[in-house]
């Protein structure tokens, strides 16, 4: 602003120059001045905008229907002065995500990155009530889910498979293996009359005798 007064009072000066040197200096002063003037920026008053904190939200709670599936989140304080507005959702085939965002100055999140069926998205919504995020999922296949998300699903699976696993482990081991462990037991705890009897035992048992027989 102090530029473009002197600039301005320069040009005031210079009808009134009489000599050629004093009207050349003067003139030479405006342009100069001028070029100043529009390569400065005005400035103007800025504030950096604050980087609001990401909250990532653990805790809900799930329910079912044949078609439908549906989420409750509360566990975000402040949640019952936030605006319908605020809450958005984003949904995939297999994935669900919901922010609140701006919220007493932190953004707040919660995911599920795959679930355990498949929904659709276009028939899917979040809806701010009463202080709670209820999202509803539609269901691509009415059934119901014994898992909500496939972690959960692969965990009971891969359970399910280790206990069938032990199962058949059990029926296919050697009936007499128990036997044979603690008489191996017996053998190396034993004084020399006892290890002297299994002796026998074992190498009658191999060579088909029977017990007692020379």
């Given at each position: 602003m102090e530029l473009e007064e002197f600039v301005k009072e320069l040009e005031t000066l210079l009808p009134q120059a009489k000599h050629p040197m004093t009207r050349s200096l003067l003139q030479d002063a405006i342009n100069r001045n001028k070029t100043s003037s529009k390569t400065v920026k005005p400035q103007t008053a800025?504030?950096?905008?604050?980087i609001k904190p990401t909250i990532q939200v653990?805790?809900?709670g799930w329910d079912q229907t044949d078609n439908l599936v549906k989420i409750y989140i509360s566990d975000i304080p402040g949640l019952a002065a936030a605006e319908e507005s605020q809450v958005v959702a984003d949904f995939t085939n297999s994935s669900v995500n919901v922010k609140v965002n701006d919220l007493n100055n932190r953004n707040y999140n919660f995911s599920i990155s795959e679930l355990s069926g498949n929904i659709k998205p276009q028939l899917s919504k979040a809806v701010l009530k009463k202080g709670n995020i209820i999202v509803t999922m539609t269901k691509t296949i009415t059934n119901p889910w014994e898992e909500f998300t496939m972690a959960e699903r692969k965990k009971k699976e891969a359970k399910k498979e280790k206990e069938k696993l032990?199962?058949?482990s059990k029926k296919d081991e050697d009936p007499s293996a128990g036997i044979m462990k603690m008489m191996q037991k017996m053998y190396d705890?034993?004084?020399e009359d006892m290890k002297r009897t299994i002796t026998k035992a074992w190498y009658e048992s191999k060579s088909g005798k029977k017990p007692g027989t020379p």
């Open positions: 800025t504030s950096t905008a604050q653990k805790t809900y032990d199962e058949m705890e034993g004084d």
